[in-house]
């Protein structure tokens, strides 16, 4: 399978602890995103990468939480502190460079979190 | 807030019928998305339509898009249980990179 692989798929975390996601995208794909979804809402965008620079974060992301994508490849997110707030599904998608805006994006099955 | 905002909330109908959605949204927009999210298969990709576009189709799935009233539809043909799922509309703002997604609808078909 060729497709977004995220990991863990599950994580259950103590309220404090700190998180570490990892999101491998479509290999040719230069666009990654993170989404966060909770029960019952659609995804909400946290940042993107454009290879390896992260040209945009949501203000959802606080200082808590910091995301990588070294070498324009894999693509790490990290919770510190964590709340039980933060207790969600998070998602990563990747989408080929299009010309004009977001296209089509192809999502992981996600990690779904819970803090304790 | 949300860009998209999806009606109904919930839609159960029996096999072979028809689905619609509809999705609402405020601001320009570069293209309009639907997803559809299930617990096998996670979030899908279903269909994209520009905004100079009105109306689009891809095998059961039609869509259909105002821009003058800032909406969009999506109607599923002839519904099977595997359609079963939560559909989410998709805006792409212009200007901007990522994708912005309403709270969804959730399909149940009835066999």
């Known amino acids: 399978d060729t497709g977004v692989s995220q990991d863990p798929r599950h994580k259950i975390t103590k309220r404090g602890q700190n998180v570490t996601f990892r999101c491998d995208p479509i290999?040719?794909?230069?666009?990654l995103y993170w989404y966060r979804q909770t029960l019952g809402q659609g995804p909400e965008f946290l940042t993107y990468?454009?290879?390896?620079?992260?040209?945009?974060k949501s203000r959802l992301l606080s200082d808590r939480f910091s995301a990588e994508r070294p070498k324009g490849s894999f693509s790490t997110l990290e919770i510190q502190r964590t709340e039980q707030g933060d207790s969600a599904m998070y998602l990563c998608?990747?989408?080929?460079?299009?010309?004009?805006?977001?296209?089509?994006?192809?999502f992981g099955p996600g990690t779904r979190l819970t803090v304790l | 807030s949300q860009q998209g905002e999806e009606d109904p909330q919930a839609l159960s109908i029996q096999e072979g019928e028809n689905a619609t959605m509809n999705c609402s949204y405020k601001?320009?927009?570069?293209?309009l998305q639907w997803y559809r999210q299930n617990s096998g298969r996670g979030l899908v990709h279903l269909i994209l339509?520009?905004?100079?576009?009105r109306e689009k189709h891809s095998g059961r799935l039609r869509v259909t898009l105002d821009t003058s009233k800032k909406s969009s539809s999506l109607l599923i043909t002839a519904s099977r249980a595997a359609d079963t799922a939560s559909y989410f509309c998709?805006?792409?703002?212009?200007?901007?990179?990522?994708?912005?997604f309403g709270t969804g609808t959730r399909l149940t078909v009835i066999p």
């Open positions: 290999s040719e794909h230069n666009r």
């Open positions: 998709a805006t792409a703002l212009r200007g901007a990179n990522n994708l912005f």
């Open positions: 339509i520009r905004s100079n576009e």
């Open positions: 998608a990747s989408s080929p460079m299009g010309t004009s805006g977001p296209g089509e994006q192809f």
């Open positions: 990468f454009q290879n390896e620079a992260q040209l945009e």
């Open positions: 601001t320009s927009i570069n293209n």
